[in-house]
């Protein structure tokens, strides 16, 4: 069973990250283990109550990232996609 480092965002806008192996958009709920470690806190995560899943590389982080709002240049490969969420948010 493979394991997926996940940052999850819900429409509350709280944030938690770990680890899930069970997490697919079309169940209703699936299991995080909060630090990524299996043997710590395991939660039970509504995939109603949620805005976003991402899966990461690291749960570090850049907090100097400046985040490009809209498309720069020609893709090298793969579609854009730009997402408007519920709450006005969008992201590229």
Request: proline letters at 4%.
């Given at each position: 069973m493979s394991v997926n480092k996940i940052?999850?965002?819900g429409k509350d806008g709280k944030i938690l990250?770990?680890?899930?192996?069970?997490?697919?958009?079309?169940?209703?709920?699936?299991?995080l283990i909060t630090g990524g470690i299996p043997g710590e806190e395991?939660?039970?995560?509504?995939?109603?109550?949620?805005?976003?899943?991402?899966?990461v590389?690291?749960?570090?982080?850049?907090?100097d990232y400046n985040d490009i709002r809209g498309f720069i240049g020609r893709?090298?490969?793969?579609?854009r996609v730009k997402v408007?969420?519920?709450d006005g948010e969008v992201i590229f």
């Amino acid at each position: 069973m493979s394991v997926n480092k996940i940052v999850v965002r819900g429409k509350d806008g709280k944030i938690l990250k770990g680890a899930t192996a069970d997490f697919l958009p079309n169940k209703p709920v699936f299991h995080l283990i909060t630090g990524g470690i299996p043997g710590e806190e395991v939660r039970e995560i509504f995939v109603d109550d949620l805005k976003a899943v991402f899966y990461v590389k690291s749960f570090d982080g850049n907090k100097d990232y400046n985040d490009i709002r809209g498309f720069i240049g020609r893709p090298r490969e793969g579609k854009r996609v730009k997402v408007i969420f519920e709450d006005g948010e969008v992201i590229f």
